[in-house]
């Protein structure tokens, strides 16, 4: 067998190791095009950083360089070491350090396995996460896409054909959880903390605002429910009871405003499919209210599971999959962009 790295790019069908590592999370897996996902496997820095409340960049990027070399040794013995056709890494968006961390083993690896890399868009690998799952969705489909930093509605036409519709104006959804979070005295990650304490609580106990409901257009606006927040917090007694309702609450209003923006865009656009993904696509509530939702007006929903609705390395290695055909054979640089808007990205050729 010819081993150069030109002839490995043509050798079809493609097994792509993937590697994420774009903020707090540590991530490899192998995804083989005949036979779908052989493993992926994380690493959380969640511990890392719950002292300080939030990612410290720095900290982050260490613990990548700790971190990424073994996770990647144990997906390709847990996937039984198969002939890797290329490695495809989270190019960006994200923290710049944390990304040159991953850019430069899937540089280093490439080199040294005469392997071709691709640098992949970490929202992309997000919106194409459902297709990890049984019954895929088929293009196109309209995507929720709800992160730490994101909230849009994109109109998915293909594999790089992604228009966005709508997006927050200020916070990101998976901000204000967080946000929320903290004002809670809850800590970090918000998300989970706040879902767990609205389960004790009741979602009718304050009627927070529902941002940019009645008008028209698909933006969001989440910053002035933070505010109600606030002001709940400081007018309320401080009990236990008293922030399960504020959690509660807050998580209703955000789940009835995703809901309806979504319901929205599908009347709007006459997709027959919702894909939701990112880190608050996690959460329990908005799962269920968005299946009721998809029931009641006949559209097909689609979620990964919750843990690859958070950051993980099974869609960056499907996504590598999926671009087959663009892999960059031979010596490539370490290359990472901390910016990168979804709607520059092409087809592949
Ligand atoms: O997609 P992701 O893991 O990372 C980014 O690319 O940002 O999303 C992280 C966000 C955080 O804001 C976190 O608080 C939120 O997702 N999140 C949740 C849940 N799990 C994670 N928000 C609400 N409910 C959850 N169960
Ligand atoms: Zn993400």
Redesign the pocket.
Known sequence: MNNTPELRTLQRPSIILGIESS?DESAAAIYSGESGLLAHALHSQVDLHAEYGGVVPELASRDHIRKLLPLIDHVRAEAGHPALTGIAYTRGPGLMGALLVGASVAAGLGMSLSLPVLGVHHMEG?LLSPLLEENPPAFPYLALLV???HTLLVAVDGLGRYRQLGRSVDDAV??A??KTAKMLGLGY????A??ALAAQGDPAAHHFPRPMLNRPGLDFSFSGLKTAVMLAIKAGDGSPQAAADIAASFQQAVIDTLVAKCARAIRETGFQRLVVA???G??AGLRAALAERAAQDSFALHFPRPEFC??NAAMIALAGAMRASEFTAGIVGAEAVARWPLEDLAAPV
């Open positions: 903020c997000h992160s730490g930093g998976g901000e959880f967080d990650p918000g998300g989970p706040v879902a990112g880190g608050v996690a959460n958070t950051d």
